[in-house]
């Protein structure tokens, strides 16, 4: 007899199984994790509160919230980010499009995900409790058949054609254009969802073309992929830093053509999804509500936390060869994970460098409906940035690379926030004795082989939420200030 399941893409949740399937085979997943995977999936139409799914996955036990935050990380690490949405001072929300499935066969022994140890087994989900097929939404067609529009644009008329029947190919709609002035005038006359562009061109060359498209508000998401014979990093960066997806060398390979159109489309898809979400929750948000790091002044002097984060081993160690381009491609990689914990809690990054940021956190007002300590928020993303550090680094290491970790410091108190430098190279920045503060106290974490190193004003605002022990062989007091005791907070 089939059982009903819940399938989205990939996965496949079967509520009655405690099971979570990804490509057909069991998942290793928590039963903590997959209670509030079931529990947010029940939930999706709305926004679930944190306390709501606390009281869910641990009944009548009184937990820290970072527990809550390394389960959803640990689901996003399976599902991807964009399943789980966090909606800053609210809770979260599952934003994927599940679809009616019928599971004909278990695709592993039954019980893969055990029940949490504290709950007797007569609670555990029974059949009863698995989504019903009347529940779910219409049965959607598979993205991988759907079709797109693409713009090719190449003055080279072989290339066009080559182009355009390889995208044919693939099972998507395509038009051409010899320049770059016909793309921006096909791109704004019709609807496309991607363009591959050329950038040596008569009138208008792919550069220019990315310039404008990044000044057109409804062109700039408009995903690029450039195809060139150009040689050379430098024009990959350009193309990069102004807006292009990704860059194809010619003549273009066809499984790298598949790949990245493939790609790049997906991202377009879930570009949309997040759109359409965030106006549908900021319809039923009221203003006070919004982030406080949406709500930011161009320049202001703000109560706030600072977290000053700097990833460890970027050097590679004394015999071991590393190339440039492969540290600088885990560097990127590195960066990427620490943007989306500091952007996934509410914050503002003010300085990036190479092997490190810096993010400011503002206080929300008192009068806010859902007031969120910004020390909070700044622990809560310092912790998922060291379990994300952790992740990537075990990931590197299986494939034989040197070890990493993350060093963060947060400190708490008044900062200016602003913009500096002129219109087309403006930067955000922040100052103020915290600034400095979480820096050297990034430093310090760094030296001593540990975590998150927070200050004292940092640490009143964690107390009974976040478990933190007090510093006793270090100090970086700044200078002026007075003297402030530190605390390394429990990543464990």
């Known amino acids: 007899m089939a059982e009903h399941a819940l399938d989205f893409g990939r996965f496949q949740l079967r509520a ?11 998942a290793a997943l928590g039963g903590r994790a997959f ?39 640990a689901l996003r690490r399976l599902l991807g980010p964009q399943v789980i949405a966090t909606v800053q001072g609210r809770g979260y929300r599952f934003t994927a499009e599940p679809l009616a499935a019928a599971v004909t066969a278990p695709a592993g022994p039954p019980a893969t995900v055990a029940a949490p140890a504290t709950r007797d087994a007569a609670e555990a989900p029974s059949a009863a409790t698995a ?33 355009c029947r390889a995208i044919e190919l693939l099972g998507h709609d395509v038009a051409a254009v010899e320049n770059g002035r016909m793309a921006l005038d096909a791109l704004r006359r019709e609807r496309f969802d991607l363009l591959l562009l050329d950038l040596e061109m008569p009138e208008l060359d792919g550069f220019a073309v990315l310039e404008q498209l990044a000044r057109d508000p409804e062109l700039h998401d408009l995903p690029v992929i450039v195809t060139s014979s150009k040689e050379g990093v430098a024009d990959v960066a350009r193309c990069i830093e102004l807006g292009a997806d990704d860059y194809l060398r010619k003549p273009v390979n066809a499984v790298l053509l598949k790949a990245r159109v493939g790609t790049s489309l997906e991202r377009r898809r879930l570009r949309e999804q997040q759109k359409a979400l965030i106006r549908e929750l900021s319809a039923a948000v009221p203003p006070q509500e919004v982030p406080a ?29 590393v190339s440039a381009e492969e540290t600088l491609e885990w560097l990127d990689s590195a960066q990427t994970l620490l ?75 008044p900062v200016l926030v602003g913009q500096l430098g002129a219109p087309r190279r403006m930067r955000r920045i922040g100052l103020g ?24 004003a940092t640490r009143a605002g964690l107390a009974g939420r976040v478990a933190a022990e007090r510093a006793a062989s270090v100090r970086a007091d700044e200078p002026g200030a007075g003297a402030s005791d530190l605390y390394w907070v429990s990543t464990g």
Do not use: C
């Not at 079931?38 to 139409?45: G, K």
């Not at 993205?143 to 693409?150: I, M, Q, T």
């Not at 790091?293 to 161009?298: F, S, Y």
């Not at 190479?354 to 912790?383: I, T, W």
């Open 35 to 73: 209670d509030l995977l079931l529990a947010l999936v029940e939930r999706r139409e709305r926004v679930v509160s944190k306390g709501e799914l606390m009281d869910v996955v641990w009944p009548g036990l009184v937990v820290e919230e970072n527990n809550l935050q390394v389960q959803v990380s």
């Open 16 to 26: 009655a199984q405690r099971q979570l399937v990804v490509d057909g085979q069991p």
């Open 131 to 163: 989504v019903a097929p009347t529940a779910l939404p219409p049965a959607a067609p598979a993205r991988a058949g759907a079709r797109h529009r693409l713009l090719v644009a190449d003055d080279n008329k072989v290339n066009r054609l080559l182009l």
């Open 293 to 321: 790091a949406e709500v930011m002044p161009p320049a202001a002097h703000i109560e706030g936390a600072v977290l000053a984060a700097r990833v460890r081993g970027a050097e590679s160690p004394p015999g071991v060869a």
């Open 433 to 456: 004795a915290p600034v400095r503060l979480a820096a050297r106290l990034a430093e310090q974490a760094a030296a001593e082989g540990r975590g998150i190193l927070v200050d004292g």
């Open 339 to 413: 943007l989306e914990a500091v952007v996934g809690h509410g914050g503002m990054v003010v300085e990036a460098a190479g092997d490190g940021l810096v993010a400011v956190f503002a206080q929300a007002r008192p009068d806010a409906a859902h007031p969120v300590d910004a020390r909070l928020m700044a622990a809560r993303a310092a912790l998922e940035m060291v379990e994300l550090l952790e992740v990537y680094d075990a990931e590197r290491r299986v494939a034989g690379r040197a070890g990493m970790a993350v060093a963060v410091g947060i400190a708490s108190g």
